[in-house]
């Protein structure tokens, strides 16, 4: 499950990027589009919170995603390989442009995952049957960390900003059940 999925990633001998990217999905379980436009100027390590912008978003609105310890390890690991690159994971072939889909679902595919077993998309999936079941956090505080539609537009725009703290702490239990497997 899970588990041989995250052991797979950490030996995963392919690209840096490629590698941390997938963490990055696992942790923050964003669509995958996110995490390979991911720039820096988009990460505050002080706040430990990354803002997507809304031009990014399928939703079209800006999203924050609280960001835990170990991502932030991550991402300084990812600092020092990135280099100049405006973007957390450059490709292979040009630190100016950011990493393709193809990496991503080829390095899943070089792990030994078929199509049926699993997709970049499949964290999202795999955060929310867990949180739903294990975590305690009400349903809209989960729906809300998936950027899903929960309630009116009015209730929306306000939710975003609402449940920051508890999307904080949501993350961070997703990060430590992570960690503990």
């Known amino acids: 499950g899970i588990k041989n999925l995250l052991t797979s990633i950490e030996e995963?001998?392919?690209?840096?990027?490629?590698?941390?990217?997938?963490?990055?999905?696992a942790y923050t379980f964003v669509r995958s589009i996110n995490v390979r436009l991911a720039e820096w100027s988009e990460i505050d390590f002080h706040a430990k919170l990354w803002s997507i912008p809304a031009k990014k978003m399928k939703t079209r609105n800006d999203f924050i995603v609280p960001l835990s310890d170990t991502v932030i390890n991550f991402l300084e690991d990812m600092q020092q390989y990135s280099g100049d690159s405006p973007y957390l994971f450059p490709s292979t072939k040009s630190k100016s442009t950011p990493l393709s889909d193809g990496?991503?679902?080829?390095?899943?595919?070089?792990?030994?995952?078929?199509k049926e077993e699993f997709t970049p998309h499949g964290f999202r999936a795999m955060f929310s049957t867990n949180a739903h079941q294990k975590s305690g956090f009400k349903g809209e505080i989960i729906e809300t960390q998936l950027a899903h539609s929960v309630g009116t537009a009015v209730s929306q725009a306000y939710n975003r900003s609402e449940y920051l703290?508890?999307?904080?702490?949501?993350?961070?239990?997703?990060?430590?059940?992570?960690?503990n497997l």
């Open 12 to 25: 995963y001998k392919g690209e840096l990027s490629t590698k941390y990217s997938l963490l990055l999905l």
């Open 103 to 114: 990496a991503l679902l080829g390095a899943i595919r070089r792990m030994g995952y078929t």
């Open 165 to 179: 703290k508890e999307r904080v702490e949501l993350v961070q239990w997703w990060s430590d059940y992570l960690d």
